[in-house]
């Protein structure tokens, strides 16, 4: 049965499909998301939208929520949005789209200003129904908080962690920790010899900038172990930052 918010206006504009996960771990490991992300499609189908003019914005896949500055998929739909071009927005839930109160009411005013629907895993609403809008801005604050909450825990477990001398943080480049947990220097002659030569440059010219001035102008490259990915634990060569 259609959905009685969903005009013939609505329908002559495209409908937008924005999906985002917040890292790519989550990417990997939590597939049934992204699917159930992706399967929003079928929503915008059965209330009208041809397939061809449903545009799927997945720019975003490994990026945080808490900020839409580097979310380029976000800033490419609030600009369709704004120019009038979309006739439902698409998220599998507020969270989704966004978890900073600012950037989440920004986008309601331009669908509310452009007669954009709003579509999640809950429902069709109209930003221009005043019903509409107040659960559509509770549903923003909930997601704000439950980032609030979850930074919450995370950090107060870390310092659980802390307390108990359990927490383990990566060491700086030249440290490495042993089979034991304590820390030892890197083993590797040229790291130590890499890192000499920054104390002994240091010492020397007496300013840290003119230190990685000297390594860039020689074209001296500085090791650092890489934390994440593939290759992580792997030594790599790279100009000092």
Excluded at 23 to 45: F, H, K, P
Excluded at 75 to 80: A, F, G, I, M, P
Excluded at 104 to 109: D, S
Aim: glycine share 8%; with cysteine.
């Amino acid at each position: 049965m259609p959905d009685l918010k969903v005009t013939a206006d609505h329908l002559r504009r495209d409908a937008y499909l924005y999906i985002r996960q917040s890292t790519l771990r989550q990417v990997a490991e939590n597939g049934e998301s992204t699917q159930r992300q992706y399967g929003l499609r079928d929503r915008a189908i059965a209330a009208g939208w041809p397939t061809e003019r449903i545009h799927v914005i997945d720019r975003d896949l490994g990026k945080s929520g808490s900020s839409a500055v580097a979310r380029d998929g976000f800033q490419e739909l609030v600009s369709e949005v704004a120019l009038a071009k979309a006739g439902v927005v698409m998220g599998l839930e507020v969270s989704r789209l966004a978890r900073n109160s600012a950037d989440w009411h920004r986008l309601l005013e331009l669908c509310a200003l452009t007669s954009t629907l709003i579509l999640d895993e809950d429902g069709i609403y109209d930003p221009e129904s005043f019903n509409d809008r107040l659960l559509l801005g509770l549903k923003g604050t909930m997601s704000e908080a439950e980032l609030h909450f979850l930074k919450a825990r995370m950090r107060g477990g870390q310092l659980n962690k802390a307390s108990r001398g359990d927490l383990k943080i990566g060491p700086p480049v030249g440290l490495v920790y042993l089979p034991d947990g304590t820390l030892a220097l890197d083993p590797d002659a040229e790291v130590q010899a890499a890192l000499r030569m920054v104390f002994t440059t240091f010492e020397r010219l007496g300013s840290a900038t003119r230190t990685v001035k000297f390594f860039l102008d020689e074209g001296i490259l500085f090791p650092r172990r890489l934390r994440k990915g593939l290759h992580k634990g792997e030594l790599m060569w790279a100009p000092p930052r």
